[in-house]
């Protein structure tokens, strides 16, 4: 895989020649510094562009357009990565070889059509488009508490440190609604153009040069490239760590455990924490909290353990009864100090080798995966493919040991029905 970079005038296009998949895709990926404030109406923007503009007044116009277009799909939406807020959009479309000769040109057209020319009149969004983004945001958000597993770490983010960018919602806030309107949405797509630095992905078997000429074409900005600061985020350690018990209508209660990650080094974050995740909780069935937890105890549902690399944090959820918070707080700080002490075997080391290099080729199987590899190298610095297999197998079991002896539980947090108090 190898990616090329033309520079434009105010963003970047990042090509990546693919010939084995019959369709390409483009994601427009504008990005600034998380601010909290700035979540909602991002949110809310996003679908209000591929909702309707000012050629295709009407979602049916869009949806026919892309029809003609051989199928081509968009969508876009806002996202937190790290200490950023990202607004992409992310188009898949048919390989040109295959189509009449007009259609690279048209297809590029487009998406932005979209973004250039949005449903915006008398200084003011489209009040009908406006008012089923609006709505459909509302009820994403009022729906929240209804899926215990996803709310439970939503809350336990915030239980942790409610001002750290870790705690903000990705899905924003209703109270926000109170200062958003069809007129201050206008002033939020305009800053699209002023406060974001701009890349455009590319993936696919087309001619790059002239998609690039079509680009620069359909696509003039003056964005000034403002840098949006470091991904990373430093959330504070605790002494004594945190207990949380919160109550809802819930069958089943979620266990969450949030650790911080403390001093890692590079090789540490990227190579060695996958690994030591594989042995720990990643690899559901075969993981030290799976056999210790559910198979020898039997003491919940579910559980499994993810690392939010840019927040220092390792996660660790289950699905339990109430009754058995404490017993399973213990065990899963046993399984910990057993990785610790060195207690895995060097199968374990290979297993999850094996894992890892067995998702690394997963993961390029399609223009979409390969364009976030891309970006996560261009973003991190981070290996991918043949070089990130290398690196992995250079893992010892050392190193994952002296990873494990720098993770700090902060919080144990329990999402229980009313009238628990999360005790045996």
Not at 406 to 417: F, G, R, S
């Amino acid at each position: 895989m190898k990616c090329k970079v033309y520079k434009a005038n105010g963003y970047d296009i990042h090509t990546i020649k693919l010939n084995k998949y019959r369709t390409s895709t483009m994601s427009i990926i504008f990005r600034k510094e998380l601010k909290k404030e700035d979540i909602s109406p991002y949110s809310i923007l996003a679908k209000l562009l591929t909702e309707s503009s000012l050629k295709y007044p009407k979602k049916r116009d869009i949806t026919i357009e892309l029809e003609r277009l051989y199928g081509s799909f968009i969508y876009s939406y806002a996202s937190i990565e790290g200490n950023t807020l990202n607004f992409e959009v992310s188009y898949d479309f048919l390989n040109p070889k295959y189509c009449y000769p007009e259609y690279l040109g048209e297809v590029l057209e487009f998406p932005f059509e979209l973004l250039n020319n949005p449903n915006i009149k008398d200084g003011k969004f489209d009040l009908d488009s406006y008012n089923i983004c609006v709505n459909n945001f509302k009820t994403a958000l009022e729906e929240e508490k209804e899926y215990a597993s996803s709310y439970s770490l939503k809350r336990s983010l915030e239980c942790m440190d409610i001002n750290s960018p870790t705690a903000y919602s990705v899905n924003g806030y209703l109270e926000d609604l109170e200062k958003i309107n069809p007129e201050t949405l206008v002033e939020t797509y305009k800053n699209l153009f002023k406060d974001f630095k701009i890349d455009i992905y590319l993936a696919g078997d087309v001619d790059m040069n002239q998609t690039v000429k079509y680009i620069k074409k359909y696509f003039k900005v003056s964005n000034k490239q403002v840098d949006y600061g470091s991904l990373y985020i430093e959330n504070k350690t605790r002494d004594k760590v945190k207990q949380v018990v919160e109550h809802g209508n819930y069958e089943q209660s979620s266990f969450v455990m949030l650790c911080n990650l403390v001093d890692l080094t590079k090789r540490e974050r990227d190579i060695v924490l996958p690994i030591f995740n594989s042995i720990f909780g990643g690899n559901e069935l075969t993981s030290k909290l799976y056999t210790n937890v559910r198979e020898k105890n039997s003491l919940c549902y579910n559980i499994g353990s993810f690392m939010n690399k840019f927040s220092s944090l390792l996660i660790i959820k289950a699905g339990i009864d109430e009754k058995n918070k404490d017993k399973c707080e213990e065990l899963v700080n046993k399984c910990l100090k057993e990785m610790a002490d060195g207690r895995f075997s060097e199968e374990d080391v290979l297993g999850a080798k094996k894992a890892r290099i067995h998702q690394v080729i997963l993961r390029e199987d399609s223009p979409w995966s390969i364009i976030n590899i891309q970006i996560a190298n261009d973003l991190d610095n981070l290996v991918s493919g043949n070089k990130l297999i290398k690196e992995y197998k250079t893992v010892t079991k050392k190193e994952v040991v002296n990873l494990a002896k720098k993770i700090k539980t902060n919080l144990v947090y329990l999402l229980c029905q009313e009238g628990s108090n999360g005790n045996n």
